[in-house]
């Protein structure tokens, strides 16, 4: 997600008619940017919602290993990031791509038994459009911050897509079948609906 506002001109428009706009609606247009969520790159003291629960990033430049999480006696959730501190923002994305991966694959994999369908493959990207989407060949792309979610969140988004499987629309028959198989697709979508967009703000910088 980049932290920036794009003026599309009309075909006849010129520069100078651009810049006028921009200045006058300059208000406008800061107070839209200013309502965006903060952005909180993976960076030591940072806090990344792990399958929705808080934990805190802390380096730990002298350990082996990556990434791995921990929970305190104080009962604080942690995300342990081993290595040099220039590592940690990739490290941090590599590991949460990869549980993200783990989750939808499992809860993908449950729901294709119970329809009667098959998973040929599933990816994992930064979608910024949209939370999932499925081919007709069987190929499910995921975005990883699914991760970042309720993990009830991520478990309905695996149905959802499984289901376009057994339906590929989204008549009233395709949402019976999602109701079917996951019992908190309600509760899912006005998470989403309601919380979705703060989930692009992890792993980005001002």
């Not at 991966?101 to 369908?117: I, M, T």
């Not at 999602?178 to 967009?197: F, I, P, S, Y």
Request: hydrophobic share 40%; aromatic share 8%; charged share 30%.
């Amino acid at each position: 997600m980049d932290r920036e506002a794009i003026l599309t001109m009309p075909p006849r428009g010129t520069l100078a008619e651009a810049k006028d706009f921009a200045q006058r609606h300059g208000a406008w247009i800061a107070a839209r940017l200013g309502r965006m969520p903060k952005a909180a790159p993976f960076a030591h003291g940072t806090l990344v919602p792990l399958r929705g629960v808080d934990h805190k990033i802390v380096h730990r430049a002298s350990e082996r290993g990556t990434v791995w999480a921990e929970t305190r006696d104080s009962g604080e959730r942690i995300l342990c990031v081993a290595g040099g501190v220039e590592h940690i923002d990739r490290r941090v994305h590599d590991f949460l791509k990869r549980e993200a991966r783990k989750d939808l694959a499992k809860a993908s994999q449950a729901y294709a038994e119970r329809l009667g369908v098959k998973v040929k493959r599933i990816s994992i990207r930064d979608q910024s459009s949209r939370w999932g989407s499925c081919t007709s060949a069987g190929a499910l792309s995921f975005s990883w911050r699914l991760i970042l979610a309720p993990s009830y969140v991520l478990d309905y988004l695996a149905a959802h897509e499984v289901a376009h499987l057994v339906e590929m629309n989204h008549s009233a028959k395709f949402w019976r079948t999602v109701g079917r198989v996951c019992g908190h697709t309600e509760r899912a979508k006005k998470w989403l609906d309601t919380q979705g967009n703060d989930l692009h703000r992890y792993g980005i910088h001002e």
